[in-house]
Structures are given as structure tokens and as C-alpha cells.
């Protein structure tokens, strides 16, 4: 026993070196874990903002609720769109206009022809013949691009241009 005190008196001044070592290397320690727990101490603080008596779970669910909704409202939108798509399908979404001189006694372009199609080439050409002494208007119906009465060369042109649009 003798033996091991006068070893540890003969190396005292390293043991104790060793030792402040050890405590510096401790305090180093101590002064990153402070910092660690500051930083997770702050995100502690900010998930828990705005909540004053409430559970976080309660918090939790609320939002869950509102994502849940937001989802909900969000099909809701979808199919809503699905079927304006399919009501756009039959508006008119083609149109054609020709002006033209239908007799050379008027001086002017003022007969016309217009086309007027949906999505499927349904729709009408509109014709107005406009003459020094009368004027007379057709409506002719078209069916996916076809007309069941005969077409002048000018209402040919604008219905082939009106389908030929999109």
C-alpha cells in the first residue's frame, strides 16, 4: 500500500494534469450539450406556439381535419371540371366568317357567311345574301361536319375553315 502512495505522490503533478484534461475535455461537453438542448428548447417553442391549454394531439387532429377538408374540396373541384370540360364539348368553339359580293350590281362585300361549331362539328352556317332590291338569310345545320342541305362555295370555305381551327 506504501508502494502505491509514494507512485501516486511520485506522479501527482501528471495525474493531476490528467486530470484538468479530463475536466477541461467535461466542461467542453457540458457547454455543447447546453447548446444542444438551447436548440432543441427553441423548436420545442416553436411546434408548441399558439397552443395555450390545449393537448398537441387535439392540435394534431384539428389540422388533420382542415388537410382532410382541403382533400375533400379538392375532388369536389376535379369533378366539377370533368363536367364543365364535357358542357364546353357542345359550345360553339369554331368560327369561321367570309364577307363577299354575291351579285356585281352591289358594290360592296355585304353578303356573308359564317360557321358556328362545337367540339364535335355540330353547329350551323349562317348565310346572308344581301341584294340591291332584298336581303335574305339560311341557317343551315351542320352534323359533325356535315350539312344535310347543299352548301354554296363560300359556306363550303368557312365550314372547312371552321373545323380546320382547332
Known amino acids: 500500500m506504501n508502494s502505491i502512495i509514494n507512485s501516486i505522490s511520485d506522479y501527482s503533478a501528471y495525474i493531476i494534469i490528467g486530470m484538468a484534461a479530463v475536466i477541461l475535455l467535461l466542461f467542453i461537453l457540458v457547454l455543447i450539450l447546453f447548446r444542444s438542448l438551447n436548440k432543441v428548447e427553441k423548436r420545442y417553442r416553436k411546434l408548441m ?10 392540435l394534431v387532429i384539428g389540422y388533420l381535419d382542415k388537410v382532410d377538408e382541403a382533400n375533400k374540396n379538392s375532388v369536389e373541384a376535379v369533378e366539377l371540371g370533368k363536367f364543365l370540360q ?7 368553339q369554331k368560327v369561321s366568317i367570309m364577307r ?23 353547329g350551323v352556317v349562317l348565310t346572308g345574301i344581301y341584294g340591291r332590291h332584298e336581303s335574305t338569310t339560311y341557317a343551315k345545320p351542320i352534323d359533325k361536319g356535315i350539312s344535310r342541305y347543299d352548301l354554296s362555295e363560300e359556306e363550303i370555305t368557312v365550314l372547312n375553315k371552321s373545323i380546320n381551327s382547332k
Open 100 to 122: 363577299y359580293k354575291a351579285f356585281e350590281d352591289v358594290g360592296s362585300d355585304l353578303s356573308f357567311s359564317i360557321a358556328l361549331l362545337d367540339d364535335n362539328d355540330d
Open 49 to 58: 406556439r399558439g397552443v395555450n391549454s390545449k393537448n398537441l394531439e387535439e
Open 86 to 92: 364535357e358542357k364546353m364539348k357542345k359550345s360553339i
